[in-house]
């Protein structure tokens, strides 16, 4: 991916940054990947190891087992990153594994551009559709109307998964009707 600049629209420019500059992130940003991780306030400390995990293979081979998206403010000032990528055992099921944006550059279009990026090339590579789970704990309403707003479904919830009364949502994208096996008479 090369990068492109974009203003956000006069209703969506955010005070700190009138400019986006949006491509694949390097190893230079991994700091910042933990920053914006912890910035959130959501995510554990072993959520913070697991998204530098991601990041570290990412960069150790882009595009093997994940894809990434990264946008900035600045030239390398980094305020958000996506990491996606084709979800084992599946016939073009992606899965969409991390998406985070400081707060200081969150309602002004961020993470929906980055959404909107990672799932082009999603498509552009074959994806029929993009599946995403998160947490039903009440700091991540937000996370889960965002979703829902950008055409995502909730389509299983499996109850005390990540802890007790913190339940795993999964949320999925149709890119592309299914070409499934399955015969209705079944």
């Given at each position: 991916?090369?990068?492109v600049?974009q203003k ?20 230079a940003?991994r700091?910042?990947?933990?920053e ?10 072993d959520e913070?190891d ?7 293979d ?18 390398n000032?980094?305020v ?20 985070a ?7 002004c279009g961020?993470?929906?551009?980055l ?11 074959g ?25 995502y479904?909730?389509v ?9 009364g913190?339940?795993?949502v ?17």
């Amino acid at each position: 991916m090369t990068p492109v600049r974009q203003k956000p629209s006069s209703a969506q420019a955010s005070p700190a940054s009138t400019t986006f500059e949006w491509g694949p992130p390097s190893e230079a940003d991994r700091e910042q990947v933990g920053e914006i991780v912890a910035a959130t306030s959501v995510f554990r400390p072993d959520e913070l190891d697991v998204a530098l995990e991601v990041f570290d293979d990412y960069c150790e081979a882009p595009g093997r087992d994940y894809h990434a998206l990264a946008v900035y403010s600045e030239p390398n000032e980094l305020v958000g990153f996506a990491f996606y990528g084709p979800t084992p055992c599946t016939v073009n099921t992606w899965d969409l594994y991390w998406i985070a944006v400081h707060p200081r550059a969150q309602r002004c279009g961020t993470g929906q551009g980055l959404l909107e990026r990672a799932e082009a090339h999603m498509r552009d590579c074959g994806a029929r559709m993009c599946a995403i789970e998160t947490s039903s704990r009440q700091d991540y309403e937000a996370t889960r109307r965002f979703y829902l707003a950008c055409g995502y479904e909730e389509v299983a919830r499996v109850a005390d998964f990540y802890d007790a009364g913190d339940d795993r949502v999964t949320y999925a994208k149709q890119f592309e009707k299914s070409l499934s096996l399955r015969r209705d008479d079944e």
